[in-house]
């Protein structure tokens, strides 16, 4: 079945770190974009990330530019978000997200999200 | 950026009636040379996350339902559910994809009266 699995979410002191991967499974991982998109609690969607098929490419939302980082490992079927400098307002469940191999920015397979918690 | 304005924040639809939701962008989504309308529907049901249903404003992803249909252009968009069934209760948002950042609209949550 083609799917994604997130995993690595947990709760985080402001400040803190935290690395989420993504498996892909029953699809060439590597010709797609992947994504992150989150939402927080009870609130609307919003995309973070994204990552050329190659990885060569990445592209971020201003809100998480400079603190975030995106990755993937093709050899692995797994997509990667480094969060670093985390704040309150990144408490969200944190969804991997497939692109279009044309690389067009809307998702056709969303994995089932992992819950990002940062309080102190 | 491009802001997504979605109306209603929610409806209550009787079974098996017209369920119509609306997005409106703060610009164009229209990609001229293209004829595009770079625009998306999901869907989100209660613990689940959301389903691609409509890209390109009114192409139909494979495996929805034909009751689903979106229609639209430029700035105004609509998301029609045609006969509404039970399994379609959930929260609908629009997508942009023309430019980045690629927004969401707020949301709309569709019930049954």
């Known amino acids: 079945e083609v799917q994604l699995l997130e995993s690595g979410g947990g709760l985080v002191q402001p400040g803190g770190s935290l690395r989420l991967s993504c498996a892909a499974s029953e699809f060439t991982f590597s010709s797609y974009p992947m994504s992150w998109v989150r939402q927080a609690p009870g609130q609307g969607l919003e995309w973070v990330s994204t990552?050329?098929?190659?990885?060569?490419?990445?592209y971020y939302a201003d809100s998480v530019k400079g603190r975030f980082t995106i990755s993937r490992d093709n050899s692995k079927n797994t997509l990667y978000l480094q969060l670093n400098s985390l704040r309150a307002e990144d408490t969200a469940v944190y969804y991997c997200?497939?692109?279009?191999?044309?690389?067009?920015?809307?998702?056709?397979?969303w994995g089932r999200g992992t819950l990002v918690t940062v309080s102190s | 950026d491009i802001v997504m304005t979605q109306s209603p924040d929610s409806l209550a639809v009787s079974l098996g009636e017209r369920a119509t939701i609306n997005c409106k962008s703060s610009?164009?989504?229209?990609?001229?040379?293209?004829?595009?309308?770079?625009l998306a529907w999901y869907q989100q049901k209660p613990g689940q996350p959301p389903k691609l249903l409509i890209y390109?404003?009114?192409i139909r992803e494979s495996g929805v339902p034909d009751r689903f249909s979106g229609s639209g252009s430029g700035t105004d968009f609509t998301l029609t559910i045609s006969s509404l069934q039970a399994e379609d209760v959930a929260v609908y948002y629009c997508?942009?994809?023309?430019?980045?950042?690629?927004?969401f609209g707020g949301g709309t949550k569709v019930e049954i009266k």
């Open positions: 610009q164009s989504v229209l990609y001229s040379s293209k004829n595009k309308n770079y």
């Open positions: 990552v050329t098929g190659t990885g060569d490419s990445t």
């Open positions: 997508q942009q994809y023309y430019s980045s950042p690629f927004s």
């Open positions: 997200a497939k692109d279009t191999v044309t690389l067009d920015f809307y998702f056709d397979l």
């Open positions: 390109w404003a009114s």
